[in-house]
């Protein structure tokens, strides 16, 4: 496809006809979005085509990446870079009346994620294709994502995302390729011996899919992520209740079925959302094994080749049951013997442990699946007959390595141990960052590394360069590319590296201020428009942007703003640096903890921002719904990235690696990545504070009095007895009791004990801050030596530690021939 302005332009005003159905001179601002969108698409769907035919032809080995959530971020602005058509489009909207801007702000971000699991999963597989590799993501299509977070008086509240409301031009229905999925009922017997057994669901729902192009950049290949959403059949609605007047009771069984792709993360905190949440894990891998089966048999008959031409990467233990569903199809459905099937299960999967919380390692009680999955649940119990008996045979007599081991908890309730059947059913198992793998292994799952140490592997996070450079911030990439040379930086982030020997030109710095000043002014604007605050685009603009959680410790970031608050209030002349502090993040609706914090930063933040003396140096800005599109403007505007969660907590993060490539300047512990980052950028470039993992385990195993801490430190026990007193919630003492409890007498992530390293570090940051080419140079060797932290070397390490696939390279001009994949 051609694409000079004039063809697009004509490409578009057929395509305004065609899919709106109205004239150029009716076009309103959503006709010439949803036209120009589709324009654009049209150039990759060309690419989708001739990658098609080659992966047909070739009859590869396929990655087959499964993830509960997506977190893609806007498609319009990334199509638009990786089909090169941005002043072909710029021409065409102008034709129609619109800025292109305008329309490109009209893209919905897809509601399929929430945080860094669906961060991570959209960043590689943009990598995938990046590097032709033959991939296909799976997950499912919600109607309304996590959910679109406000605030009403400082507390959360949650609404519906109704992201797709309008429609999406980025997606493709398929409808006619819907698929059943079964829950419970009963099993029996086939004719014969052995473990094969007839499963008879007791309700079934279809599962429709669409599927969404992945586009690689610099190159033809374009894969695809399938989406999955579950409908009812026609017969569901009773029409017999509708025509007596019973209109709830008539779409009473299709609101049942259509709940289980809903939302996100279901709450669980009920025994029903337990149910959902579960069912909604089964719908996913159910119609995902389905559809990878019919893909492997266009080309392959004998399922001895199955494991040669399919991997399945487990993202997180939320679709781990896909090991029993394989197991299921291949014995009962296809009738291979036990043993063959399980030798080719095995070698299919891989599973990435993203956690070392063990609330985190997922575990679904027995009686719940027995009722819900009944054949899955004998799967399950065969599968760890086996394994125990392994295990035996490693460990003879060792009965309390068999128990820990079990892939069944047997006190205080029986439940099954997800994280158990990934390791059990995979050939490799990874971690996300050096320090959480060697905490996988030695500590969370320390004895399958002992029993299969070559099963473990480390494959540390990537991010986008894409995305959160190239996209998000425009005016640094534009330096890099004018200073490196041109954009091969975007495929091979390690030539950053050549501005390490740049980094004290003077000019070079004074370019890098001003940009980091525009984007802070860009920031400015919008938290303006999305909160009311005013903030100093002169001030630093200290980031604390992720997923609410205790072990994050946004509390301790709260401790340290309220003592600042304080020493200017005590002294309104004090040697306090000018600071925006910006927050983003959403809590889990049933996580009522964490939503409190959220309270409490926002009643904070009220406070200082309405302080004559202490708002004119400290603001607080809470920005609502964070998000991708949020991250794009925050990120480029961070100078102190605050990455301080409680040592041998966090798996990895990615919001440090993407803060630290635009720039910022890490405050942080020996935590996830933080201790790579701190390797690469030099610890003269990183602000280290608080104890370390096996430090903090020591602590935590031994006797630890927060109070003690709380008394003797008189800037803590202004902070905490401040919370206590209401003077951040109107005066109400019990609007934080609880908070201020944990800490004092619980405070399971050593708040108290790491607050003072960290405060003290603070006050190290104000004094580079005060000395500008010192922060200047700094921020610029941050970029300059991240270069390890892209997802192309994620992905090149999953491809030599654990898929072992090798690329199909797509040319421009391959014949499309084969069948629609």
């Avoid at 409301?165 to 004719?191: Q, S």
């Avoid at 501005?499 to 890098?512: G, I």
């Avoid at 401040?722 to 004092?744: E, K, P, Q």
Wanted: hydrophobic share 40%; charged share 25%; net charge negative.
């Amino acid at each position: 496809m051609t694409d000079n302005a004039d063809d697009f332009g004509r490409n578009m005003v057929a395509n305004l006809y065609r899919h709106r159905g109205t004239t150029v001179e009716s076009a309103s601002a959503r006709d010439a979005y949803h036209t120009l969108a589709v324009t654009i698409r049209d150039r990759l769907i060309e690419r989708y085509a001739r990658t098609a035919a080659a992966h047909y032809a070739a009859n590869p080995r396929f990655v087959y990446y499964l993830s509960a959530e997506y977190l893609l971020g806007r498609q319009f602005e990334q199509n638009l870079l990786y089909t090169d058509t941005r002043e072909q489009a710029r021409v065409a909207a102008s034709a129609l009346g619109y800025p292109l801007d305008d329309l490109a702000a009209l893209d919905a971000e897809p509601g399929l994620g929430n945080g860094g699991l669906g961060r991570l999963a959209a960043c590689l597989l943009d990598s995938l294709a990046t590097a032709d590799i033959p991939a296909v993501g799976y997950g499912i299509r919600y109607d309304f994502g996590i959910f679109t977070q406000s605030f009403r008086d400082g507390a959360q509240r949650e609404l519906p995302d109704d992201w797709s409301h309008y429609g999406t031009p980025w997606e493709f229905a398929a409808p006619d390729d819907r698929l059943e999925v079964g829950f419970y009922g009963h099993t029996e017997a086939y004719n014969g011996s052995g473990p094969r057994r007839r499963w008879v669901p007791g309700e079934t729902v279809l599962g429709e899919p669409s599927h969404m192009l992945v586009p690689g950049w610099g190159t033809e290949t374009v894969n695809i992520i399938r989406l999955w959403r579950a409908v009812a059949s026609s017969d569901s609605f009773d029409l017999g209740h509708f025509s007596a007047g019973r209109y709830g009771d008539a779409v009473e069984n299709v609101t049942h079925v259509e709940n289980i792709t809903r939302v996100l993360y279901p709450d669980d905190s009920t025994e029903l959302g337990r149910e959902l949440r579960l069912k909604q894990q089964y719908f996913l891998v159910a119609c995902t094994l389905r559809d990878i089966v019919r893909r492997f048999r266009l080309r392959n008959e004998d399922f001895d080749h199955f494991a040669d031409k399919v991997v399945i990467q487990l993202n997180d233990t939320h679709p781990v049951m896909a090991i029993a569903e394989l197991m299921r199809l291949l014995v009962d459905e296809y009738a291979l013997d036990w043993d063959r099937a399980w030798g080719i299960t095995r070698r299919v999967f891989a599973y990435t442990c993203h956690t070392l919380l063990p609330e985190a390692l997922e575990t679904w009680p027995v009686s719940l699946v027995e009722r819900l999955l009944p054949r899955h649940m004998e799967i399950v119990y065969l599968i760890n007959h086996h394994f125990l008996a392994d295990v035996e045979r490693h460990f003879p007599g060792d009965h309390d390595r068999k128990r820990r081991m079990s892939l069944i908890q047997e006190e205080p309730e029986r439940r099954v141990r997800m994280a158990h059947l990934a390791v059990v059913g995979s050939s490799a198992v990874n971690g996300v960052a050096e320090l959480h793998s060697d905490l996988l292994s030695a500590e969370t799952l320390r004895d399958f590394a002992q029993l299969w140490p070559e099963r473990f592997h480390n494959v540390t996070n990537g991010v986008s360069s894409r995305r959160f450079l190239r996209i998000a911030n425009p005016r640094l990439s534009g330096l890099l590319t004018e200073r490196l040379g041109g954009e091969e930086w975007l495929r091979d982030l390690d030539l950053l590296a050549d501005l390490e020997s740049h980094a004290d030109d003077r000019a070079l710095q004074e370019r890098w201020r001003d940009i980091k000043r525009r984007n802070r002014e860009d920031l400015a604007l919008h938290v303006k428009d999305a909160t009311g605050v005013v903030i100093d685009p002169d001030a630093m603009c200290d980031v604390m942007i992720k997923r609410f959680h205790e072990y994050k410790r946004q509390l301790l970031k709260v401790l340290h703003i309220v003592t600042l608050y304080h020493r200017l209030r005590d002294d309104p002349a004090a040697d306090v640096v000018p600071r925006t502090f910006v927050f983003g993040g959403k809590a889990a609706p049933g996580y009522h903890a964490a939503k409190r914090i959220i309270a409490l930063v926002n009643g904070v933040g009220a406070a200082v921002n309405a302080d004559p003396v202490a708002s004119r140096r400290l603001r607080v800005a809470f920005v609502p719904n964070y998000n991708v599109t949020r991250a794009e403007l925050i990120i480029p505007a961070a100078d102190l990235s605050e990455q301080i969660s409680m040592a041998g907590k966090e798996a990895s993060g990615t919001g440090n690696m993407k803060l630290a490539l635009n720039g910022a300047v890490t405050v942080g512990t020996l935590d996830g990545a933080n201790i790579e980052i701190r390797d690469r950028v030099g610890d003269e470039n990183f602000f280290l504070f608080g104890q370390d993992a096996a430090e903090a385990a020591r602590t935590r195993r031994g006797y630890y009095d927060p109070r003690s801490f709380y008394e003797r430190d008189p800037e803590l026990r202004a902070a905490v007895d401040a919370i206590a007193s209401g003077a951040f919630s109107g005066g109400d003492r019990g609007a934080f009791s609880s908070v201020v409890d944990s800490i004092l007498y619980h405070d399971e992530y050593l708040v108290m004990a790491d607050y003072r390293s960290y405060v003290d570090t603070q006050d190290a940051v104000d004094g580079a801050w005060r000395d500008a080419d010192r922060w200047t140079r700094m921020s610029i060797m941050n970029t300059a030596r991240c270069g390890f932290f892209s997802a192309d070397r994620t992905i090149r390490d999953y491809r030599e530690r654990v898929w072992h696939v090798d690329p199909v390279r797509v040319g421009p001009h391959h014949p499309v021939t084969a069948p629609d994949r």
